[in-house]
């Protein structure tokens, strides 16, 4: 479930430094709600309040081969029919059946074909599909269309802060569940589960003597680890033992 599939690495920029330029329904993001790197994306979008600037596709939770080819058997993402999946939104912007449609489309060459992906309509291009950096630039670069502007989720003063628990949360727990759910061996598990509980705690620490990993304010760090945190009992326990 790790976001290995990084090639496309663009940004919008509201200071005009980049040729993707903030506009309201000029870009699409394509997630799943199993993914919860995809689910920082789908919360920033709603705490900024940009659901009528940026348009929204979400994938069946369950993975399918992709081409019917019997030589293929790469299993990944699809889109499923509203009237068999309430939960999932179709692709309007391409049509496509599958995220690695999109992928191809784009010219990709890794073959990851992840979630999430901001897509630009406009240039029927992938902009990004690294979802902290997706998560930073509706935090950012999108306020002259959101209906929370003022919510700053990266703010200059704490960037350190936010940063230095970024920096645990990620790789023990974001990521840390994904090590001890695909271990290979037992003494992998064991190293990574030891990490991921201490960091836990270290969490809960924090969070015993304050409301929010960075004092007083809510930020895109409490994000980061509440995608991890909502799922932990139900999906991350469950399967991954």
């Known amino acids: 479930m790790q976001n290995q599939g990084l090639m496309f690495r663009d940004w919008v920029k509201a200071d005009g430094s980049t040729e993707f330029q903030p506009e309201a329904g000029r870009y ?9 790197y995809a689910g920082r994306c789908l919360v920033g979008r709603a705490l900024k309040g940009l659901e009528d600037a940026i348009s929204l596709s979400i994938v069946s939770p369950v993975f399918r081969k992709t081409v019917d080819d019997p030589a293929d058997q790469h299993r990944g993402w699809w889109f499923t029919p509203r009237e068999e999946d309430e ?25 990851k074909y992840s979630v999430p992906i901001l897509f630009d309509k406009k240039t029927l291009r992938i902009v990004n599909n690294e979802s902290s950096e997706i998560l930073r630039m509706f935090a950012k670069e999108f306020n002259q269309f959101a209906k929370n502007p003022t919510l700053d989720l990266y703010p200059e ?14 790789p023990n727990i974001n990521n840390g569940v994904y090590t001890c759910g695909f271990a ?6 064991n190293k990574a589960v030891t990490a991921l ?18 004092s007083t304010a809510f930020t895109e760090a409490d994000v980061r680890l509440f995608v991890s945190l909502v799922r932990f009992d139900s999906a991350y326990v469950t399967h991954f033992k």
């Open 184 to 189: 290979k061996t037992q003494e992998v598990y």
């Open 87 to 111: 939960g999932c939104i179709p692709d309007t912007v391409l049509g496509c059946q599958t995220v690695r449609q999109i992928y191809e489309k784009c010219g990709d060459k890794l073959g």
């Open 28 to 36: 699409h993001l394509y997630v799943s709600y199993a993914c919860p």
């Open 197 to 214: 509980f201490d960091h836990l705690d270290k969490a809960e620490e924090i969070l015993s003597k304050q409301r929010y990993l960075c």
């Open 157 to 170: 003063n704490l960037s350190n802060e936010i940063d230095n628990i970024n920096g645990w949360v990620t």
